[in-house]
């Protein structure tokens, strides 16, 4: 009943992923165009999927799970040292909100 061997697999990491980082993390991206959040997701799933069909499952994964590095690099040196935003929490917000080019004032009435 429950095969691995196909492609679904693959499919079903990458979305498992993406599910549990939109509910952890989500509220960092709250300014993030749905469409660049959505081709994000594409993008990642038919890398992994074209590395696993041509060089196989163990590679498409272990490539997957090399995407902490930048992550790990990103969020625990160079926000706090570099930026002096808290790499985990984004705080203070007008730092955060600076670095991703938001406008700071959200409750502004256009």
């Given amino acids: 009943m429950w095969a691995t061997a196909s492609l679904w697999f693959e499919v079903a ?16 991206e709250e300014r993030t165009p749905v469409v660049r959040r959505v081709g994000k997701y594409i993008l990642t799933l038919v890398i992994v999927i074209a590395i696993s069909i041509y060089f196989g499952r163990t590679i498409a994964m272990a490539s997957l799970s090399l995407f902490v590095v930048p992550f790990i690099y990103i969020h625990a040196y160079y926000l706090p040292r570099k ?28």
């Fill in 83 to 110: 930026k002096g935003i808290n790499g985990f929490t984004g705080e203070p917000k007008s730092k955060y909100y600076e670095f991703r080019k938001w406008d700071k004032n959200i409750f502004d009435q256009k």
């Fill in 13 to 28: 990491v990458v979305s498992i992923i993406y599910a549990l980082g939109n509910i952890i993390f989500g509220h960092f």
